[in-house]
């Protein structure tokens, strides 16, 4: 087994080996892999976070052992918590980071770093006001930072930063945690998941207080919550149909 790390900012996760497929998940700095597959340009990976796979380009991540794989990920997360910042390198040379950059390999890839980090589990009151950090983030399918982020990269970043894992779809995140009944059992924090014609959960976001929810559509915004789904503010219209609520911590 080959193991890796990202030593870039933000390195596309792919459905397929090419640049052109699908982007499925995106590879933030510092995080940590399983090489499951090797090709001339590409590996198949599992992120050592969520498990998540895909193809990254082998040009774009750093071969490490696997006791340095397993001492990083034995490590409690230390993440960036600026909307973006610089690590430098060796050579004096700065390198752009973004929002929930992982801390932990800076002395393995020969970086330093003297920005502010997050180290804890968080109170749960602290997740809404960690969601506004990506408030009007463009939405992109497959994306996890405020540059571009979708519904459930959006959730999965703001419980990360508050020390708390959870899965990467939505439909994987809708398994975990205690179903609620009513909206009015939920309090600020919770997840609330949304399903379409078939059935299928394909939408997520975080419940606020005063029934209003904050999620990634068109970009990470704040609309109404009631008991048919998400009322849309702007257009005056429910955009999305409410399937379950969970409480996660």
Not at 11 to 17: A, D, F, I, S
Not at 188 to 211: S, Y
Request: hydrophobic share 35%; with cysteine; net charge negative.
């Amino acid at each position: 087994m080959q193991y890796g790390i990202c030593n870039l900012s933000i390195v596309p996760l792919r459905v397929e080996p090419s640049d052109s497929c699908e982007l499925v998940s995106q590879v933030l700095y510092g995080e940590i892999f399983k090489v499951l597959e090797q090709r001339k340009s590409w590996s198949r990976i599992r992120l050592n976070f969520d498990k998540y796979e895909g193809w990254i380009d082998n040009k774009q991540y750093l071969e490490i052992n696997e006791n340095t794989y397993k001492e990083i990920k034995e490590q409690d997360y230390i993440l960036s918590t600026d909307l973006i910042e610089y690590i430098q390198d060796k050579n004096q040379q700065l390198h752009t980071i973004p929002l929930g950059s992982s801390l932990n390999g800076l002395e393995i890839l020969n970086h330093t770093f003297d920005g502010n980090s997050i180290s804890s589990k968080q109170d749960k009151s602290s997740l809404i006001e960690t969601a506004f950090t990506y408030l009007n983030a463009p939405y992109l399918w497959g994306g996890k930072t405020p540059f571009g982020i979708d519904c459930s990269g959006f959730t999965q970043m703001v419980y990360k930063l508050n020390g708390y894992p959870i899965l990467r779809d939505a439909s994987q995140q809708a398994t975990q945690g205690q179903a609620l009944s009513f909206i009015e059992e939920s309090e600020p924090g919770d997840l609330a998941f949304f399903d379409n014609a078939e059935g299928l959960i394909t939408h997520v976001g975080i419940i606020m207080k005063d029934n209003y929810i904050i999620h990634a559509h068109g970009k990470v915004r704040i609309d109404r919550l009631d008991h048919s789904g998400i009322y849309n503010v702007d257009k005056q219209i429910h955009t999305h149909k409410l399937r379950v609520i969970k409480k996660i911590i």
